[in-house]
Nanobody
């Protein structure tokens, strides 16, 4: 079983910064693209940032220039540095990973894995 464990969420004032971390563990053959999503109450879950295994990144327009996604492949960990946070960015932030895992025969199969989510609260 592959698990994603997030850390770094919490309470911050508007204009402040947080860094989220997400570590993947388990029987992982290959860790492909990883990303961060967020979901505020009453709203759809949205992509915040994503990063490929090679380090190519993609950002939501609303966070580009303020957030930075990065990864450490040796640690199976993805990070999200969030600067100049706004109250409207209060949400549960979820880590996501596209993971290839060994099956019973030793082949690989793809799994889309989600973390439990971590609360980020930005106060005015």
């Amino acid at each position: 079983q592959v698990q994603l464990v997030e850390s770094g969420g919490g309470l911050v004032q508007a204009g402040g910064s947080l860094r989220l971390s997400c570590a993947a563990s388990g029987s992982i053959f290959r860790l492909n693209a990883m990303g961060w999503y967020r979901q505020a109450p009453g709203k759809q879950r949205e992509l915040v940032a994503a990063i490929t295994s090679g380090g190519d990144t993609n950002y939501a327009d609303s966070v580009r220039g303020r957030f930075t996604i990065s990864r450490d492949n040796a640690k199976n960990t993805v990070y999200l540095r969030m600067n100049s946070l706004k109250p409207e960015e209060t949400a549960v932030y979820y880590c996501n990973a596209d993971v290839d895992v060994p099956d019973y025969e030793g082949d690989v199969e793809g799994h889309d894995v989600w973390g439990q989510g971590t609360q980020v609260t930005v106060s005015a």
